[in-house]
């Protein structure tokens, strides 16, 4: 007969069994997003933000997440403050109203918030997203679209710019 310490022993070391990882039973997709927050998931969102086109009805939620948009490199400083003041600090749900072609450039400037990627800068998006980075206070997306327009206003895409320019209200550029 085994004696009390062999069979405590025995007792305390777990079975192969219990230890075998099962290859395949992850999910690579849902892995995936747990990894990093991304504005197109609500997955661990805290901040809704509704955008609607300045006099035109109906808007678009994006489901967003504080730190990400309010710290770091490329954040806003607009959501910073608003989250920080004492009327804001719970707030849960933001509205902004914005020129229609700033509402439509609204998800590439979300894009340069969360993943520090560069837009891809037009003739027909660089004023908004310039619009945009000064409305949120996101200076790096201000001063890369400021840089493009500077390095890009040629004859034949100046009267497009001066047009974007009008269309934001953005005496800057005009």
Not at 104 to 120: C, G, N, Q, R, V
């Amino acid at each position: 007969s085994a004696t009390w310490r062999q069979m405590s022993r025995k007792a305390s070391r777990p079975s192969a069994k219990r230890l075998r990882l099962d290859d395949g039973a992850w999910d690579d997709e849902t892995d995936g997003q747990l990894r990093k927050l991304d504005w197109r998931s609500p997955i661990f969102s805290d901040v809704s933000v509704h955008v609607s086109y300045e006099g035109q009805p109906g808007s678009k939620t994006y489901h967003l997440h504080k730190q990400v948009i309010s710290v770091g490199d490329n954040s806003s400083a607009y959501f910073r403050r608003l989250f920080t003041t004492s009327v804001g600090c719970s707030s849960t749900v933001s509205e902004l109203v914005l020129p229609p072609t700033c509402a439509i450039a609204f998800e590439d400037a979300l894009d340069f918030i969360y993943e520090d990627s560069k837009p891809t800068f037009t003739s027909m998006n660089a004023v908004a997203l310039m619009k945009l980075g000064s409305f949120l206070m996101v200076k790096p997306l201000y001063a890369a679209s400021a840089e493009w327009i500077e390095q890009n206003i040629m004859p034949d895409t100046a009267l497009v710019i001066c047009m974007q320019a009008h269309a934001v209200h953005f005496e800057k550029v005009r």
